[in-house]
């Protein structure tokens, strides 16, 4: 009689056999192994975590930020994990580098929304202290599960800047010292035309950059300003006059990000020949729909494995396997 094996556990055997192989064995194709694999630096059993934290055997992942933090001749940074499973949510923090050691954290403040900020990680309402773990005072915002904000400078003298939402058509673009008083403010609407969009990303990537998706539209647009304070004036956003603008792009699933070496969107093509693209900054016409320049691009076939996120200075990418339960960092294909 044969032996029978699990799906789960066949799967995440095959995963990890064929990435250690990837990196030694030119044989290997597309049509035997995805082509990710290979780009794989650091994997975690999340399942068996988020199971161990009160998460069940099927947790979902909300949203992650990689948050790089050295301070004091010391490297606190994280790669920061919102999830959720078993009527219970968890924020799990990460050493960034072999996504060993994790921590997992509860609070009332906590929301899917992530940050590495001056000063500590956000989670929505909260801050928490990178040293030891903490929570400090409470941050209000308009929408706190959906708060784009990142810092820019030093951990401990940098300010932190955030994209507040009011409604679908307009935010608050804001900044913050590493105390966390305000700097400064502006209600910004997204475009001329009272458009409606879903903010997806905002980072410091090729300046103060911000990413949505024009609803009902499927497609992506870009804007980023050299400045500050361009970043906090009362103008209009993806068709403003001081902003580099970058789109429209096509944007599958609501999955696109900003980098250092232009934004990246996840494209459903014919016959499932699906691709994570990157994209020229600067390039395309919001006024006309003239696409944005493709750059490269990696094939992304497999639904059963969900896209995370990229690291703002294109170094990292991380993806979930919701069938071997397992989380991966991967190096980018353009570095």
């Known amino acids: 009689m044969k032996p029978s094996f699990a799906p ?3 799967r995440a055997t095959i995963l990890l056999l064929s990435a250690a192989l990837s990196s030694t064995c030119a044989f290997l194709t597309d ?44 490297d606190y940074s994280k790669a920061l994990v919102f999830a959720s499973g ?20 509860t609070d009332a403040g906590f929301r899917r929304a992530l940050g590495n900020t001056a ?6 309402g909260a801050i928490i202290d990178p040293i030891d773990n903490s929570t400090g005072t409470p941050i209000v915002w308009n929408d706190s599960s959906n708060v784009r904000a990142f810092r820019v400078g030093d951990p401990g003298s940098g300010s932190t800047y955030a994209i507040d939402q009011n409604s679908s058509q307009q935010a608050s673009f804001e900044e913050y010292d590493a105390a966390w008083s305000p700097g400064g403010s502006a209600i910004r609407d997204y475009d001329g035309s009272a458009s409606m969009y879903n903010l997806l990303d905002a980072d410091y990537a090729n300046g103060y950059s ?6 009902y539209s499927g497609y992506g647009y870009a804007a980023s300003f050299a400045t500050a304070l361009l970043f906090t004036t009362a103008d209009t956003v993806f068709d403003s006059a001081s902003a580099t603008r970058t789109g429209p792009f096509p944007v599958a699933d609501q999955m696109a990000w900003l980098t250092e070496g232009g934004p990246v969107a996840y494209y459903r ?12 900054w600067g390039t395309g016409d919001f006024a006309t729909g003239a696409g944005a320049e493709e750059l490269d691009s990696l094939l992304f076939e497999d639904d059963d494995i969900r896209i995370l996120s990229f690291d703002p200075s294109g170094t990292w990418w991380f993806v979930f396997d919701r069938l071997s339960g397992r989380m991966y960092k991967l190096r980018t294909w353009w570095e």
Not at 52 to 60: H, I
Not at 87 to 105: D, I, Q
Not at 210 to 215: G, S
Not at 269 to 277: C, E, S
């Open 8 to 10: 789960r556990a066949f």
């Open 31 to 74: 049509d035997a192994f995805p082509r990710w694999l290979s780009y794989v630096e650091a994997s975690v059993d999340f399942r068996s975590i988020a199971e161990a934290n009160g998460l069940g055997d099927d947790p979902s992942i909300e949203n992650l930020e990689y948050a790089p933090f050295v301070t004091g001749g010391t």
């Open 86 to 105: 078993n009527s219970a949510s968890r924020l799990l923090l990460f050493n960034a580098g072999g996504l060993g050691g994790e921590v997992a954290l």
């Open 119 to 124: 000063g500590g990680f956000l989670c929505g």
């Open 210 to 215: 911000v990413l949505a998706q024009l609803q």
């Open 269 to 280: 093509g014919d016959n499932g020949r699906n691709r994570l693209i990157r994209y020229r």
